[in-house]
């Protein structure tokens, strides 16, 4: 029993110190535990333990290697993102236009309009042929214009004037841009003709600071011109449409679209579709803000858009349709191209039997009631 008993302590010891080793309590420096471990790899090749010896290094070196030095990959690894966020962003609601405010939209008309303000008149006869809320006294936006161009025309000032833009011009009501930058100069001609086939803001705001009187004279001028004419609905304060101040009703407007007519360089330039001007050295491109001047289904004789958010999508036109002249009126269109979409409509209705047929809540009139 003494050689197992003393075999037995020496198993005893060994496994202590592995335990010992193993957990940390008896440490090995990094540089000596891998130096002895290459030190017992090399031995190990160059001479083959025995069965025992082979045993006992493999326990040895297992239980020698700490646990700091171990390296364990994970099967897969999973990356920790923090939960997404949405993105608010602040979206301005769309402004509501007078029209909407007063409850004009909820009037109901037999074409079902978008236009919550609608006017058409047989233009030699004034027989009213349909009329949604046409005393309704609105913003106008660009068809301001319009009566820029009648008082400029009857200035019968020179068309060939230069004018020059400035920084009076540039818009400090909407915040709009324009191609005719401060310094620009062009011909009254050409100013009216942007002014009203594009209705370019600044070449309008020429137009009247180049009155004589300057603009506080030519903004007096178009008023006493509608007052002329019996437009007792009508107001301007500038000559653009920019400010929602400038107002008139679709019966005035009416009014207003006859006596335009009688100008035939009024006609001429509100329906071209496009135009050229030499700015110094570059040649900049108008086109007409109506479309239907371009259709061929469309007889337009003279024609004027408009819009800002208080006064929605807007226009005026003469128009022959079904062998009649007419005057169309559209004011408070609610989307971008509704109030196309409601010249269409009339203009189908007008034409699918030759002649008008008036619907419940549609009765004739006279322009002068």
């Known amino acids: 029993m003494g050689w197992f008993g003393s075999f037995k302590r020496l198993a005893a010891a060994a496994f202590v110190t592995a335990a010992l080793t193993a ?14 471990n290459k030190a017992k790899a090399a031995k190990t090749a160059k001479k083959p333990a025995t069965g025992a010896a082979r045993n006992a290094a493999s326990a040895k070196t297992r239980s020698k290697t700490p ?12 990356a920790k993102v923090a939960p997404h966020k949405p993105v608010v962003v602040a979206i301005e609601p769309a402004k509501a236009s007078f029209g909407q405010i007063y409850g004009l939209h909820r009037t109901d008309d037999p074409l079902d309009l978008k236009s919550s303000v609608a006017l058409v008149i047989d233009q030699d006869t ?56 401060v310094g620009t100069q062009l011909t009254r001609g050409e100013m009216l003709h942007l002014a009203l086939m594009s209705s370019e803001n600044r070449a309008a705001n020429a137009l009247g600071r180049h009155y004589p009187g300057g603009l506080p004279a030519f903004v007096q001028a178009m008023n006493a011109k509608a007052q002329l004419l019996g437009m007792h609905d009508t107001r301007y304060v500038e ?24 100008h035939p360089i009024l006609r001429e330039l509100t329906t071209s579709t496009d135009a050229s001007v030499a700015v110094g050295r570059r040649q900049l491109q108008f ?3 109506n ?24 226009l005026v036109m003469q128009a022959q349709l079904a062998g009649r002249k007419l005057i169309m009126v559209l004011l408070d269109s609610a989307g971008k191209y509704s109030r196309i979409g409601d010249a269409e ?25």
Request: aromatic residues 2%; contains cysteine; positive net charge.
């Open 23 to 36: 957990i940390g309590a008896l440490p090995l420096s990094a540089h000596a535990e891998s130096a002895s």
């Open 67 to 78: 646990v700091r030095s171990t390296k364990v990959v994970p099967a897969r690894t999973v």
């Open 126 to 181: 004034d027989q009213v042929l349909l009329s949604k809320n046409p005393h309704a006294v609105l913003p106008i936006a660009s068809i301001t214009k319009l009566m820029t161009g009648l008082v400029v025309t009857e200035a019968h000032q020179s068309l060939d004037d230069v004018l020059t833009i400035t920084q009076d011009d540039v818009d400090t009501e909407k915040g709009s841009s324009s191609r005719l930058l």
């Open 239 to 262: 000559p653009t449409g920019l400010s929602s101040n400038n107002q008139s009703s679709a019966r005035d407007l009416a009014v207003l679209v006859k006596a335009a007519y009688q």
């Open 287 to 289: 086109h007409t803000t």
């Open 291 to 314: 479309g239907l001047v371009r259709n061929p289904s469309w007889d337009i004789g003279l024609q004027k858009t408009g819009y800002i958010s208080e006064a929605g999508r807007c």
């Open 345 to 369: 409509r009339i203009r189908k209705w007008l034409t699918s039997d030759g002649s008008p047929v008036l619907q419940s809540g549609v009765k004739p009139a006279s322009l002068s009631n």
